[in-house]
Structures are given as C-alpha cells and as structure tokens.
C-alpha cells in the first residue's frame, strides 16, 4: 500500500509501524445539581492540568531546548484563558451541566472556531485547544495520560498526534511519524522536525487497514508511505539511507572550514535562532554567528511584558555563549501570527498589512525603550548588532534614531554602562527596497527577510495554505529587489545579508554570491550543507 502527503522533514525511514489510537471522547450530558461544585471540579482539573503541562515542559527544554517546550507553555496559557473558562463556566450555570460536559462542548465550540479562521498560526491552535482540553477532561474524570511507550524505534502512524503524545513517545524511539491529519506548519510537525523524524501529514490512509507490526517506509523526499514494501524496495532505501548518512558524515567533516568559493569569494554563513537555548545548535553547527535572533520569542507564551532586567539577562546570555561572534538582534516583532494578547491588539481583517513590528515600536515607544536598554546593556558583553523589522519609510527610521538617542540619554543618567551596538535595518517590504539607496546612507546594514518580501512583492499570504502554489520565491520580481537592495548597500559600503528561509535554497547560493550578497544566515541544522554549497562554486 503507497499513500502521499506532505512532508514535513525531508528524510527517510524504515521501521515497524506502530499504530496509535486517538482519544475519542464519549462524553454523556448530564444534570448538575450543584453548579459551585462542578465549576469547582473544573478549576481543580485545571490545576493539575497545569502542572502535567509543567513537567512536560521541563522534559522538552532537557530535551529538546527553550523553543520546543515553548509549546507546552502556550497551552498553560490556553488553560487560564478568560474566555475559554468562561465558556466553560457559564454552560455549567446557565444550562446545568456536569462539568466534563462543559468543557466537551467548549473544545468543541473553539476547535471549530479555530479550524475555520483565515489566520494560519489562529488555524494551528486548533490542536492544542483540542489537547489541552482533552488532558483537562482526563483530569476532572480522575484518569491519567494514557500509556505511551514504544517498546522499539519504530514508526508512528495515527489519525492525528497532538504535540504532548510526540514527547511522551520519546524522540529516541521515533523513526518517523505518519499522520491522516495535521499540518506542516502545526506543534506537532515542529516537534518532529526538530528531532529529525521524517514525518508526512494529510496522508489518505486507511488506518482499519494499517496494523502494528507492519513494516513502513516513509520517504520524506517523495512525499511517500509505503507499508509492506517488497524485498527490492526496502533494499534500494537501506542504500539510500546509508548514502544519506555518509553525506552527514561528510558534512560534519566540514566544521571548522571556510565558507569560501573556489575563486576565493568568503561568505558569512551565520544561524537563525528563537531562544536562548538555540545558541547550543548554532555553535554545533560551526555557526559563524547569529543572523537573526528572534527577540519576539521573549514575548510569546507569558502573561506579561518581559522586563528590562529578564531581557539583559537572556540577551547577555546569547553574545556571550557565542563567545565574540556576531550577534545581530531583531527588535520584537509582534504581529500577523505572533500575537500577545497581553498587548491588546485589535483584531485585523489582514494583519500581516497591519499594526506590527516597528509600527508598534514606535507607537508604544514605552515598551520599545524598554527594549533598547536591555540591548544597549548587553552590548557590553559581546558583538551586538540591532535590526529593525518591517522599515518603510526614512521617516521611521529617523523616528528609531530619535528614540535610540533619548534612550542612550536616560542610561548616561542613570549611570549604566552600555555600548551602542551597530544598528541595520530589515529589508522586507518593496518599499524598503526601492528607497534602499536613502537608507543605506544612515544604517549600519542590510539585512533582508526574504520570507515577508516575497509575500508583499507578489500580494500572496504566505500563511495560507489555499495559495501555496502562488508563492514563488524564486519569482524574478523577488530576486530583483535582492539584487536591488545589495546593489545600494555596496554604493556606500555597507555590508548586506539573508536572513530568511530563501538564504537556505541551495539552488540560489550561487546567484545570491554573484549578487555580492556578504551573508546567509539559516535554521542551524541548513549551516554546513551550505558551507558545502558554497565550496563548490566557482
């Protein structure tokens, strides 16, 4: 049997398949006599709930690092939304019902709600709304997580996985994850990515005819499943897999060498990271430095601002972890899909066009302020450099300056040794990019975030799944405002790189040299199979 999907992790696996069973939840509505108490019975679920979360947290950080168990924090999160106990709590007053029946309904009702949204990251909750009210019901029921175990590296296949089902599966047992359902931009799928788990979703399978024991292949590359393949097949992906780890062999081979072409052309091949956690894989990585920290993380999964002190700390943290590598930090970028409802934003028709990245900073200068000082502080400690998102106009930037000067001010009185860091700006609006020559005379540098400029150059949403085939980042258009914007950073001598998922397309390394682009910063893991890249071009 050969089922598609979409792949999530371009690898291959072989395994037994093990077959996991979903929660399917028969819950019966019945007559509350005692509202009080079944809200009360809810509240206490929640509390443990919260503390099963908790630990799974701390089992993914050891594991897995800040950015992973991030996950585990935004259910928390959900667990204390007012709107959701709410729901919750006003079924059981208003229509008298047990409180497991509540919250039924309410996963429900937000599931539904979620699945439908035209956000991709709103859609994307859906499944954690889904699990986490799945464990509040367990618990108000008095049961437990079910058994999870696998007994041998296998292959996961399932209906669908909720993020908590993959940690407590173990990555070391998970040879690779096929589901019918999911996404490749869900929890879950970031969980198997992260672990190097070849996982396919949205797989038509038919799982009354798939069993336990089985043997699979999942084929990440094709996109393929394939359960009991024949002798001929399962030998050819054996080849292809040792093939595939002799070229990380290899690849490894490569740490400590230059970025540099056969012509003598040297690169910076610097990591994207989200946490500080991150900075391990960087520097396993032989990560020149960091391309794009991406401070919005510090905001995200929490209830409240990070304070000034909480972000000196992490950003302290990172430029010394890197040891005097460069560091360049983006300014909190929230929006579009990276909300804090802390923040009070109002809700957008199309929030990607919408009030986000230096828009807020320079609306909400209080927070931005807060920000600044905590960099310039760390600056101290290692090779800053700052970068502004989402620039459109000299106007802004003269208005960053302005702020940044007022904030230099403010720690000169307080007697706070700082060092002010090397300021760029984001190149990720069309706007930003035709007027590149102007600013380029008053940033430091360029650095292009390739993922929102190609969503703006072609007026395609890149978060929603209906226009995939309509976003092409290899589209002229695209790769002519990068050549655009390197062009008029070397006219007056300032260095520009890549820091979106484009500086990783192989296919383009050696366009993006010929550009005179200075560097490529990717996902950490993309570092050395682009150093190789690189040491091939003439």
Same mark, same amino acid.
């Given at each position: 049997?050969?089922?598609?999907?979409?792949?999530?992790?371009?690898?291959?696996?072989?395994?037994?398949?093990?077959?996991?069973?979903?929660?399917?939840?028969?819950?019966?509505?019945?007559?509350?006599?005692?509202?009080?108490?079944?809200?009360?019975?809810?509240?206490?679920?929640?509390?443990?709930?919260?503390?099963?979360?908790?630990?799974?947290?701390?089992?993914?950080?050891?594991?897995?690092?800040?950015?992973? =168990?991030?996950?585990?924090?935004?259910?928390? /999160?959900? *667990? &204390?939304?007012?709107?959701?106990?709410? !729901? @919750?709590?006003?079924?059981?007053?208003?229509?008298?019902?047990?409180?497991?029946?509540?919250?039924?309904?309410?996963?429900?009702?937000?599931?539904?709600?979620?699945?439908?949204?035209?956000?991709?990251?709103?859609?994307?909750?859906?499944?954690?709304?889904?699990?986490?009210?799945?464990?509040?019901?367990?618990?108000?029921?008095?049961?437990?997580?079910?058994?999870?175990?696998?007994?041998?590296?296998?292959?996961?296949?399932?209906?669908?996985?909720?993020?908590?089902?993959?940690?407590?599966?173990?990555?070391?047992?998970?040879?690779?994850?096929?589901?019918?359902?999911?996404?490749?931009?869900?929890?879950?799928?970031?969980?198997?990515?992260?672990?190097? =788990?070849?996982?396919?979703?949205?797989?038509? /399978?038919? *799982? &009354?005819?798939?069993?336990?024991?089985? !043997? @699979?292949?999942?084929?990440?590359?094709?996109?393929?499943?394939?359960?009991?393949?024949?002798?001929?097949?399962?030998?050819?992906?054996?080849?292809?897999?040792?093939?595939?780890?002799?070229?990380?062999?290899?690849?490894?081979?490569?740490?400590?060498?230059?970025?540099?072409?056969?012509?003598?052309?040297?690169?910076?091949?610097?990591?994207?990271?989200?946490?500080?956690?991150?900075?391990?894989?960087?520097?396993?990585?032989?990560?020149?430095?960091?391309?794009?920290?991406?401070?919005?993380?510090?905001?995200?999964?929490?209830?409240?601002?990070?304070?000034?002190?909480?972000?000196?700390?992490?950003?302290?943290?990172?430029?010394?972890?890197?040891?005097?590598?460069?560091?360049?930090?983006?300014?909190?970028?929230?929006?579009?899909?990276?909300?804090?409802?802390?923040?009070?934003?109002?809700?957008?028709?199309?929030?990607?066009?919408?009030?986000?990245?230096?828009?807020?900073?320079?609306?909400?200068?209080?927070?931005?302020?807060?920000?600044?000082?905590?960099?310039?502080?760390?600056?101290?400690?290692?090779?800053?450099?700052?970068?502004?998102?989402?620039?459109?106009?000299?106007?802004?930037?003269?208005?960053?300056?302005?702020?940044?000067?007022?904030?230099?001010?403010?720690?000169?009185?307080?007697?706070?040794?700082?060092?002010?860091?090397?300021?760029?700006?984001?190149?990720?609006?069309?706007?930003?990019?035709?007027?590149?020559?102007?600013?380029?005379?008053?940033?430091?540098?360029?650095?292009?975030?390739?993922?929102?400029?190609?969503?703006?150059?072609?007026?395609?949403?890149?978060?929603?799944?209906?226009?995939?085939?309509?976003?092409?980042?290899?589209?002229?258009?695209?790769?002519?405002?990068?050549?655009?914007?390197?062009?008029?950073?070397?006219?007056?001598?300032?260095?520009?790189?890549?820091?979106?998922?484009?500086?990783?397309?192989?296919?383009?390394?050696?366009?993006?040299?010929?550009?005179?682009?200075?560097?490529?910063?990717?996902?950490?893991?993309?570092?050395?199979?682009?150093?190789?890249?690189?040491?091939?071009?003439?």
């Amino acid at each position: 049997m050969k089922y598609q999907g979409k792949s999530v992790y371009k690898g291959t696996a072989i395994g037994p398949a093990v077959v996991i069973g979903n929660q399917d939840w028969r819950i019966t509505r019945k007559t509350a006599t005692n509202s009080e108490k079944e809200i009360q019975k809810v509240m206490q679920g929640v509390k443990s709930a919260q503390e099963e979360l908790r630990i799974l947290y701390e089992k993914t950080l050891e594991e897995m690092g800040e950015s992973s =168990a991030a996950i585990f924090e935004v259910q928390q /999160m959900m *667990l &204390d939304d007012e709107e959701y106990l709410e !729901a @919750v709590c006003h079924l059981i007053r208003t229509e008298r019902v047990n409180a497991e029946y509540a919250v039924y309904a309410a996963r429900n009702h937000f599931f539904r709600m979620l699945s439908t949204m035209e956000d991709g990251y709103m859609r994307e909750r859906a499944a954690d709304v889904k699990d986490m009210s799945d464990r509040l019901i367990r618990n108000i029921l008095g049961g437990s997580d079910p058994e999870l175990e696998l007994k041998e590296p296998s292959v996961v296949v399932a209906d669908d996985l909720s993020p908590s089902e993959v940690i407590r599966l173990g990555k070391e047992k998970i040879l690779a994850v096929v589901t019918v359902h999911g996404s490749i931009n869900s929890h879950t799928a970031i969980l198997t990515r992260m672990m190097g =788990a070849p996982t396919l979703v949205c797989v038509p /399978m038919e *799982l &009354d005819k798939i069993h336990t024991g089985m !043997a @699979v292949i999942v084929d990440g590359v094709q996109g393929e499943a394939v359960f009991e393949p024949d002798e001929g097949m399962c030998e050819k992906i054996k080849r292809r897999m040792q093939k595939e780890q002799e070229d990380k062999r290899r690849l490894r081979e490569l740490k400590g060498k230059e970025n540099i072409t056969l012509s003598g052309k040297s690169i910076h091949v610097y990591a994207n990271i989200g946490s500080a956690a991150d900075v391990g894989d960087a520097l396993e990585n032989d990560a020149g430095g960091i391309g794009l920290f991406r401070s919005e993380c510090l905001y995200l999964g929490r209830n409240d601002y990070p304070s000034e002190d909480e972000q000196f700390q992490t950003y302290r943290k990172v430029l010394e972890s890197m040891g005097g590598k460069n560091v360049m930090i983006r300014t909190f970028d929230i929006g579009t899909e990276k909300g804090a409802d802390y923040f009070q934003l109002k809700k957008e028709e199309n929030p990607a066009l919408g009030y986000r990245g230096i828009r807020i900073c320079l609306k909400r200068p209080d927070l931005f302020k807060i920000q600044l000082r905590a960099l310039f502080r760390a600056a101290i400690y290692g090779n800053l450099s700052i970068m502004y998102p989402m620039i459109t106009s000299m106007e802004e930037v003269e208005k960053v300056y302005e702020i940044v000067e007022e904030v230099k001010r403010e720690l000169h009185e307080r007697q706070v040794i700082f060092r002010t860091p090397r300021q760029g700006l984001m190149l990720e609006t069309p706007a930003a990019v035709m007027i590149s020559d102007k600013l380029a005379r008053i940033a430091d540098f360029f650095s292009i975030g390739t993922n929102d400029l190609t969503q703006y150059t072609l007026a395609v949403d890149r978060l929603n799944e209906d226009l995939e085939d309509f976003y092409d980042p290899h589209h002229e258009a695209v790769l002519r405002m990068i050549q655009m914007a390197a062009d008029n950073a070397h006219k007056y001598g300032k260095w520009v790189g890549i820091c979106g998922e484009l500086g990783a397309d192989l296919e383009l390394t050696e366009r993006f040299i010929k550009m005179g682009i200075d560097g490529l910063s990717v996902s950490p893991s993309a570092i050395l199979p682009l150093r190789k890249r690189i040491r091939e071009i003439l």
